[in-house]
Nanobody, 128 residues
Framework: QVQLVESGGGSVQAGGSLRLSCVVS??????????VGWFRQAPGKEREVVAS????????TYADSVKGRFTISQSNAKDTVYLQMDSLKPEDTAMYYC???????????????????WGQGTQVTVSS
C-alpha cells in the first residue's frame, strides 16, 4: 500500500506562485520503479495529467498548458514530490492530486486510470 498526502494549495492572484507538496509513504514505492504524477480536475472537466516523472530518474513530462511554468521534482529521499507552479493563470484553477504507480518501466503514463494510488487533493484557485 502507498499513501499520498498533498498540501500547499491556496488562493493566489494571476501571475503568482504556489508550491504543492506530496508526502509519499508505504511499501513498494521507494524501492520500485515507480511513476509519480500531478493531476488536476476543474469543475465539469475530466481529470488531466499536469506533470509526471519516474522516481528512479528519467525524463519528466508536462502538459502543454503548463510547460515552462510548472516544475515537478522529488526530494533526495524520494519521499516527497513537489510541483512548483509559477506564472499562474485563472485557467489553472482546479483540485490538484498527487498519484503514484508502482512497478512501472518506461515513460510515465498520462492516463489517470493507470495510477493506482491517489492523495485526497488540494485546491488551487487563481483569480484574475
Amino acid at each position: 500500500q502507498v499513501q499520498l498526502v498533498e498540501s500547499g494549495g491556496g488562493s493566489v492572484q494571476a501571475g503568482g506562485s504556489l508550491r504543492l507538496s506530496c508526502v509519499v509513504s508505504g511499501s513498494g514505492y521507494i524501492s520500485s520503479r515507480a511513476c509519480v504524477g500531478w493531476f488536476r480536475q476543474a469543475p465539469g472537466k475530466e481529470r488531466e495529467v499536469v506533470a509526471s516523472m519516474p522516481t528512479g530518474g528519467g525524463s519528466t513530462t508536462y502538459a502543454d498548458s503548463v510547460k515552462g511554468r510548472f516544475t515537478i521534482s522529488q526530494s533526495n529521499a524520494k519521499d516527497t514530490v513537489y510541483l512548483q507552479m509559477d506564472s499562474l493563470k485563472p485557467e489553472d484553477t482546479a483540485m490538484y492530486y498527487c498519484a503514484a504507480r508502482t512497478y512501472w518501466s518506461g515513460a510515465c503514463p498520462k492516463l489517470p486510470v493507470i495510477y493506482g494510488y491517489w492523495g485526497q487533493g488540494t485546491q488551487v484557485t487563481v483569480s484574475s
